[in-house]
């Protein structure tokens, strides 16, 4: 694809450097594809990409219109991390000669780089209603810094209409003035992934028999696998023979409570907990599961469930917005606070083998029509368009 020429405009690039990249979240995820899909565009564009120096490696091979600026690891730590988006990352982007500085993460990393240059993405507002769960020194400078810089903010991309709604009740901000582009979906990774194939020996359990899949990491109570538990606890008294249940995904907030619910269930020895996988682990996960379940109970978009929807799978998910927003039809919807609900959505995919074949089909044809869509060209041409209005506000001295 063509873009028009950005006049060799300097972009400066952030992704979230809270955790590295070692834990593959969707932020990893969104920032990932779109630097890649960046370098391949034809524009005038260069880039200056902030990054750890632990991961400078990953990004290697980007072509000569990409700058690397590598972080040394003192500012990955939460705090440092903070002082340096704030303080820190404004002075690099002037001395890079940056025009457009994106923030991949803005729902928990905002900068003091001017408003008018910046476009924020935000991905979801979970953490600023968490007082319990984060603390009360993170949950007040979620509240107070970061909800009070996003309010000031001009240019705000939002991963989903349904988290557009969000800020719009939660911070007054018009959703007329913020950019929805759902993040680039499709199963590319797995087919690229590491080339170690083999697997654990507790994944070769879980694939010994039929089985449901959540893809997730273990964050509670957000990601309600205990109420997953719960609800397959209610599907083996209805169906002694069901499929197996798998969790994959590395541990995050409050994990002990998902492992002690797990320890403790009935049925302790048909969950698998197989914490993270590689893509290729992952891959063969999802190619072999007897469907995909998704019962959070918040979400900004939600990446597992696209990927399974690429797969083929029957999916079952949690009656969120943002899910109806990104799968439509295709999924069978439950109320994820009802274990109850849970459970009969999962024992009529067994018990109705049309039903499951209907899934089947129906995640196919979400996945065709979404295979080739990227976020990139619609990201880059936001870029041009706050480029453009900050010449026309000051534009450039002619020579005499």
Not at 47 to 53: D, W
Not at 64 to 69: A, L, P
Not at 327 to 342: A, K, N
Not at 360 to 371: D, Y
């Amino acid at each position: 694809m063509v873009i028009h020429p950005m006049r060799n405009c300097v972009i400066g690039l952030v992704p979230d450097l809270i955790c590295g990249f070692s834990q593959k979240s969707g932020i990893y995820w969104f920032s990932k594809m779109l630097i890649e899909c960046l370098d391949q565009l034809e524009s005038q564009a260069r880039f200056v990409l902030f990054i750890p120096c632990s991961d400078a490696a990953e990004f290697s091979h980007l072509s000569s219109r990409f700058t690397i600026v590598r972080i040394p690891r003192f500012f990955v730590g939460d705090f440092w991390n903070i002082i340096w988006h704030l303080a820190v990352l404004p002075w690099l982007a002037r001395y890079h000669h940056v025009q457009v500085l994106h923030l991949f993460a803005g729902n928990r990393r905002l900068s003091l780089f001017p408003p008018r240059s910046t476009l924020v993405t935000v991905h979801d507002v979970y953490h600023y209603s968490q007082l319990k769960l984060y603390g009360l020194a993170r949950f007040l400078y979620f509240r107070i810094v970061i909800c009070g810089l996003l309010r000031k903010q001009v240019n705000l991309h939002a991963v989903s209409a349904a988290t557009a709604a969000d800020l719009h009740q939660l911070l007054g901000i018009p959703t007329t003035s913020i950019h929805v582009i759902h993040n680039s979906c499709g199963r590319g990774r797995f087919d690229h992934g590491d080339s170690d194939l083999a697997l654990a020996d507790q994944v070769e359990v879980a694939l010994r028999r039929p089985y449901f899949l959540y893809v997730s990491s273990l964050d509670h109570p957000r990601k309600n696998h205990v109420g997953l538990i719960r609800a397959y606890e209610y599907l083996l008294q209805a169906c002694p023979d069901a499929p197996s249940l798998v969790f994959a995904g590395p541990d995050f907030a409050s994990p002990e409570v998902i492992h002690v619910a797990i320890s403790r269930s009935l049925a302790a020895d048909r969950i698998h907990s197989l914490g993270f996988l590689s893509d290729r682990q992952l891959g063969a996960l999802y190619q072999n599961a007897f469907a995909f379940v998704h019962p959070s109970c918040f979400e900004g978009f939600g990446y597992p469930l696209v990927e399974a929807m690429s797969f083929g799978l029957p999916v079952l998910c949690s009656n969120l917005s943002v899910f109806k927003e990104i799968g439509g039809d295709t999924p069978l919807y439950f109320d994820p606070r009802q274990s109850e609900d849970i459970a009969a959505k999962m024992l009529a995919l067994i018990r109705d083998e049309q039903l499951r074949q209907r899934c089947i089909a129906a995640s196919l044809e979400m996945a065709r029509s979404a295979e080739l869509r990227s976020n990139a060209p619609l990201i880059l041409d936001l870029y041009q368009r706050i480029a453009e209005r900050q010449r026309k506000r000051w534009p450039v001295p002619r020579r005499r």
